[in-house]
Antibody
Framework: QVQLQQSGPGLVKASQTLSLTCAIS??????????WNWIRHSPSRGLEWLGR?????????DYAVSVKSRITINPDTSKNQFSLQLNSVTPEDTAVYYC???????????WGQGTLVTVSS | QSVLTQPPSVSAAPGQKVTISCSGS????????VSWYQQLPGTAPKLLIY???KRPSGIPDRFSGSKSGTSATLGITGLQTGDEADYYC???????????FGGGTKLTVL
């Protein structure tokens, strides 16, 4: 059974970098079938996919256009986890952030517990 | 403005049936599989339907999914008060190279 455990600060100052980590158990970040995603949820914007990392003989990333200039998602094979960095945050980045595993065909079966990140001005 | 369009809210009485629609285009729903998620307040979304009409283990058959052209539908029968939640459709968009979601539909069981 796959479990995802998120960690990282819940408060970030405007213009700084939001950093979260998602530790994986029950699967490998180097899986040749899964992808590893970050999604956020806010009352004003609903669910918003931010990006993903995955391994298919080499590492790939895809990012949402809305955050492409500010986001980095990295795998860490030594710790079997992946991370999110979002630079130059503003109060509009305040949301609950989730990591999630896509089992295939963009179906997000396993989710982390969520982290409320508040950006203070 | 979400890429996929859902009604903001639907409602029905306990025991009744409800459907939630999700409209997209050929770059997303028209050529990719659709998933549906249930989000209860304060919890992570839960996958209800994947590959248009398949249910993950543990999801009751009261939940069903279908797709036709560039639209998809989630059906819930035998409504229970515990079904009150926000429901989201999602799929891959081949033009955006991104996962896209609908704006969400709030289900009220009267």
């Amino acid at each position: 059974q796959v479990q995802l455990q998120q960690s990282g600060p819940g408060l970030v100052k405007a213009s700084q970098t939001l950093s979260l980590t998602c530790a994986i158990s029950g699967d490998s970040v180097s899986s040749n079938s899964a992808t590893w995603n970050w999604i956020r949820h806010s009352p004003s914007r609903g669910l918003e996919w931010l990006g993903r990392t995955y391994y298919r003989s080499k590492w790939y990333n895809d990012y949402a256009v809305s955050v492409k200039s500010r986001i980095t998602i990295n795998p860490d094979t030594s710790k079997n986890q992946f991370s999110l960095q979002l630079n130059s945050v503003t109060p509009e980045d305040t949301a609950v952030y989730y990591c999630a595993r896509d089992q295939g065909s963009s179906s997000l079966l396993n989710w982390g517990q969520g982290t409320l990140v508040t950006v203070s001005s | 403005q979400s890429v996929l369009t859902q009604p903001p809210s639907v409602s029905a009485a306990p025991g009744q049936k409800v459907t939630i629609s999700c409209s997209g285009s050929s770059s997303n729903i028209g050529n990719n599989y659709v998933s549906w998620y249930q989000q209860l307040p304060g919890t992570a979304p839960k996958l209800l339907i994947y590959d248009n009409n398949k249910r993950p283990s543990g999801i009751p058959d009261r939940f069903s999914g279908s797709k036709s052209g560039t639209s998809a539908t989630l059906g819930i029968t035998g409504l229970q008060t515990g079904d009150e939640a926000d429901y989201y459709c999602g799929t891959w968009d081949s033009s955006l190279n991104a996962v896209v979601f609908g704006g969400g539909t709030k289900l009220t069981v009267l």
